[in-house]
């Protein structure tokens, strides 16, 4: 496998509205080798020098993750890559033993049943992986306390048997395993079509509660009661729900829920739906997009106004969906999606602040070109930066002129009647996407 190769092209940047609000430079692409099929990408400070670095998951043949390390000359060093065994689909980076460095939990892919968990040194390298049985097929994961023990523990969704699992942290980043039932706030509520979840206390009662996307119609909520257990769930129409994500989008204090709806044919929507103050969710809101294969859905505060705005992939059109937040006195109201095209199959999408400039940039996660990139953002502030900032360095992620090496040519998947319901629908599509490398 080929790591580590640096390769940048420019991709302009086509804006839908001559009124966008956000200015991004082009896409800076990281290459990752022709075997690399990112997915997800973890960030963090991994060997303590004050630089983001990235923990790439994906579809390697070989079985690897990628750690790229931050750099002042050229934004990231070459990728060096980490032992897994499988291929893999999602990262979550946490302080889950209790020491200042950053550790890192998988879900690998490919039918194994367990999740990884691999302790940071603080040198940028890991220790030996950890593993913890779970579902077949674990697509995405969760960090936070679910329990109120003071520990960050591990909720993992699986597409396969549609459950989550939650894996309780004893404080070291020692897990309790499925198969100790007592111990485990297991819990399968029938989420049929599940690849997405998200973790946030809805009802605002300190416990932090799940909400699962899933792609045969419906947005699926799970209070906790506490002790992470959770309360039976409650089901609210959402389309064909893909990605998810929760912040409170309309401005009123509470935290609300926005997922991207992935259709065959007709275009698709940001669907919103506003929290009502009590963890019970209003109608749903629905924001039209051209395209009609949304996958992931992310959201940052861009421009510095308060506003969380919501950034959604379109996985087949090959680019950007962003929504200026203009909710004002609680009352939501979005501007019509501007449009960054990037490189093919953007399967996911991650705002951190990468040049120290106190605003959100972005990353992506393009599957079948094989590569990262990094999407500088220009956008004037609302607010001026708050806290100790040791600059702006643009040099690190300016456009070089470096020939972009040519990726194998982007495929897409074969869709066929996967739940056996008689015909091919929005579903069958999640299931292709979700399955395709």
């Known amino acids: 496998m080929a790591c ?158 549609s459950t989550v699992t939650l894996l309780l942290n004893d404080g070291n980043a020692v897990f309790t395993a499925t198969k100790q039932i007592n111990h485990v706030g297991r819990f399968d509520k029938g989420l049929s079509g599940a690849f997405y979840l998200t973790a946030a206390d809805f009802d605002g009662d300190l416990d932090i509660d799940v909400a699962v996307a899933r792609a045969t119609g419906h947005v699926t909520v799970l209070m906790n009661n506490g002790d992470a257990t959770f309360a039976r769930a409650v089901h609210y129409p959402a389309g064909t729900a893909t990605g998810i994500a929760a912040g409170d989008v309309d401005g009123d204090g509470d935290i609300d829920i926005v997922f991207g709806d992935l259709t065959l044919t007709t275009p698709g929507f940001l669907g919103v739906l506003r929290n009502q103050g009590d963890g019970l969710f209003g109608d749903l809101a629905k924001f039209p997009m051209p395209g009609n294969t949304m996958w992931f859905v992310a959201l940052a505060d861009l421009d510095g106004d308060g506003l969380l705005d919501p950034i959604v992939t379109d996985a087949f059109g090959n680019r950007l969906f962003l929504f200026h937040n203009e909710s004002a006195d609680g009352q939501l109201a979005l501007a019509d999606p501007q449009q960054i095209d990037v490189a093919a199959f953007p399967r996911s999408v991650f705002a951190v602040d990468l040049d120290d400039d106190c605003d959100l940039d972005l990353l992506v996660a393009s599957l079948s070109t094989h590569q990262v990139q990094v999407l500088i953002n220009n956008t004037p502030q609302a607010e001026p930066c708050r806290g100790a900032a040791s600059g702006k360095s643009p040099a690190r992620f300016a456009a070089r002129k470096e020939t972009q090496a040519k990726a194998p040519a982007p495929r897409r998947p074969v869709i066929t009647d996967t739940n056996a319901d008689g015909r091919i629908d929005a579903a069958d599509l999640a299931a292709a996407l979700q399955e395709w490398r």
């Open 4 to 161: 580590g190769t640096l390769a940048v092209a420019v991709l302009l940047a086509w804006v839908s509205d001559a009124r966008a609000q956000f200015v991004f430079d082009p896409p800076v692409n990281f290459s990752l080798g022709f075997d690399a099929w990112p997915t997800s990408i973890g960030h963090g400070d991994f060997n303590d020098d004050g630089l983001i670095d990235l923990a790439v998951t994906g579809r390697s043949n070989d079985g690897l993750m990628l750690i790229l390390l931050g750099s002042e000359k050229t934004g990231f060093e070459p990728a060096v890559p980490l032992e897994i065994g499988r291929q893999t689909d999602w990262v979550v980076v946490a302080f889950l033993d209790g020491d200042p460095h950053l550790d890192l939990g998988i879900a690998p892919r490919g039918g194994v049943g367990k999740v990884a968990v691999l302790k940071g040194t603080g040198s940028g390298a890991f220790g030996d992986r950890m593993d913890y049985l779970v579902r077949r097929g674990p697509s995405h994961m969760a960090a936070r306390d679910f329990d109120g023990d003071g520990d960050t523990d591990l909720a993992v969704m699986d597409n396969t048997s």
